[in-house]
Every structure is written in structure tokens, then in C-alpha cells.
């Protein structure tokens, strides 16, 4: 049974269609298509086989997006429902979290600075990759739980906004 899932990548919406076929999957972006198969490792590793050819990914979930690190890029994913126009990606109760053991490289945000929702907060050093942790709401920096050059682990807490 195929799937379709939108994804908002910067300003352009892209349709995803995945159809399992055994222990791969037809995946479909716009007019292309390949073959993928998936092997999961730790702490966000992918292991890809797409259309024959080996490449290594990570990926890190936090809140409503999916930061995708792939041939040195990174991308953020935003999963949008297009039927629900206007809607906005769900916040985190004001708390963001680490959504991967990493090292923070700077804060952006003080305590009682008005931020606004995707204005980066933190920046995360996790697997060779940086990952802007950004504010999923508007609102005020109640309470900033790291600093630059700690170690963190995966759910931790960064940033408060209320």
C-alpha cells in the first residue's frame, strides 16, 4: 500500500510517495523514482542502497522537524498536512530538546529575549553535522539551560519559551 507524505524543504512543498515492495521501497519525488533499501544503525545512522549505490545518511527528529544530513548537506524537513491550509507545525510545549547526544557550539538567545517561531536559538554540533535548534512558537526566552562547549544528550533541555 502506498503512502504520500508532503514535505515543506524552505519555501517549496514536495511530494513524497512510498510504496514497500518486500524489504525495499518505490519511492517516488515529483518525476523520479528510485529503489531504496533501508538499514537503520545508532544514534540516527541510515545506511542506504538507493537505486544500487551505497551512501550513508543521519537523520535527527526534533519536534515537527527532520534534520537530514546527506553527502555534506543538511536538510530540514518540515512534515505538512496540504489538506489543512494555513496550519502550523505543532510546538514542543515551549521546551526544545537535544534530538541527539551532541556538543553545543553557541547560543543564540538570552533569557527574556522575544524570539520569534523559526528564529535559531542553539547551535548543536552532532555527528560532524550542525543543527539549528530553532523556535517552534513565538514568545519569550524564559530560561536557558545550556552553554557553549557542553555536552548533551539526546532530550535534554536547551531552550524554555513561553
Known amino acids: 500500500m502506498s503512502r504520500t507524505v508532503h514535505f515543506k524543504i524552505g519555501d517549496q512543498v ?5 510504496t514497500p515492495e518486500g524489504d525495499r521501497f518505490q519511492v517516488r519525488i515529483g518525476e523520479r523514482s528510485y529503489v531504496v533499501a533501508v538499514r537503520q544503525g545508532e ?3 541510515l545506511d542506504l542502497c538507493v537505486d544500487g549505490r551505497r551512501r550513508r545518511a543521519y537523520a535527527a527528529k526534533q ?10 548537506e543538511t536538510w530540514t524537513l518540515i ?32 533569557e527574556g529575549d522575544v524570539v520569534q ?16 535548534i530553532q523556535a517552534t512558537q513565538e514568545g519569550v526566552v524564559s530560561k536557558v539551560w545550556v552553554r557553549p562547549g557542553q555536552v548533551v544528550e ?7 519559551i513561553t
Open 79 to 110: 512534515k505538512t498536512d496540504l489538506r489543512r491550509r494555513g496550519a502550523q507545525p505543532s510546538d514542543l510545549g515551549g521546551s526544545l530538546e537535544a534530538a541527539m547526544p551532541g556538543k553545543v557550539l553557541d547560543v543564540l538567545a538570552s
Open 14 to 18: 514536495r511530494s513524497v510517495q512510498v
Open 43 to 45: 544514534l540516527g545512522r
Open 154 to 160: 539526546r532530550g535534554q533541555r536547551l531552550v524554555e
Open 117 to 132: 517561531r523559526g528564529q535559531v536559538l542553539v547551535l548543536l554540533e552532532a555527528m560532524k553535522m550542525e543543527l539549528r
Open 63 to 72: 519536534g515537527d522537524r527532520v534534520h537530514v544530513w546527506l553527502d555534506g
